[in-house]
């Protein structure tokens, strides 16, 4: 089984920055795509960013040059979301995922990966 923890979700004002965190642990493997999802109120999730083990990242169009999605040095456990220049439609729950196999090809949908945290709660005010 795979644990999936994020943290580091707060109250920013817009404009400001925030790093969210994902700790993986357990049957976790080399071999590996990762990525975040947002769902804000009333909203379907929808994919922000995912990297894999190569170190290759995507973006949604609409956080592409805000957001940059990284890892802890060349490891498999710690990852992270930088989030700059919020804005009040970037407040959501933020859900750390993984599929512990090459990243999917529709990768913004969330059930192409088993594996989900229980994500934290990002707030921007205006």
């Known amino acids: 089984q795979v644990q999936l923890v994020e943290s580091g979700g707060g109250s920013v004002e817009s404009r400001g920055s925030l790093t969210l965190s994902c700790a993986a642990s357990?049957?976790?493997?080399?071999?590996?795509?990762m990525t975040w999802h947002r769902q804000g109120l009333d909203r379907r999730r929808e994919g922000v960013a995912t990297?894999?083990?190569?170190?290759?990242?995507?973006y949604t169009d609409a956080v592409r040059g805000r957001f940059v999605m990284s890892r802890n040095g060349t490891g498999n456990h710690l990852f992270y979301l930088h989030l700059n220049n919020l804005q009040p439609d970037d407040a959501a729950t933020y859900y750390c995922?993984?599929?512990?196999?090459?990243?999917?090809?529709?990768?913004?949908?969330?059930?192409?990966?088993?594996?989900w945290g229980q994500g934290t709660q990002v707030t921007v005010s205006s």
């Open positions: 995922g993984a599929i512990y196999d090459a990243c999917p090809v529709s990768w913004e949908n969330p059930s192409a990966y088993p594996y």
């Open positions: 357990g049957a976790i493997s080399n071999f590996f795509c």
């Open positions: 990297l894999d083990n190569w170190g290759i990242t995507k």
